[in-house]
């Protein structure tokens, strides 16, 4: 089987186990049968998918979100400043 790459968007402050109850409706699969990944947009192109398969690889997902939406919000306040 390929690889399928659908972006969804999701409330980031969703529950692990709500997560995976989620996709797993929207795939009609049960949640055991989950192989998920993750990939900013903002890494290389060719930057390999990061697992997420655990709550804790769910935790370092919310974390890398956080983290690149604070860099993305404080280049934009400094671009503004510089204008």
Known sequence: MEDVVKPIRLRLSMSWGYFQYHIAEMMKCHKTQLK?????????????LH?????????GMQQDFLLEFQ???????????TS
Do not use: F, I, P
């Open 51 to 59: 697992s997420l398969e655990t709550q804790e690889e769910y935790e």
């Open 71 to 81: 860099k993305q919000e404080a280049n934009l306040k400094k671009s503004k400043k």
């Open 36 to 48: 998920l990944g993750y990939k900013l947009t903002t890494e290389k192109k060719g930057a390999k």
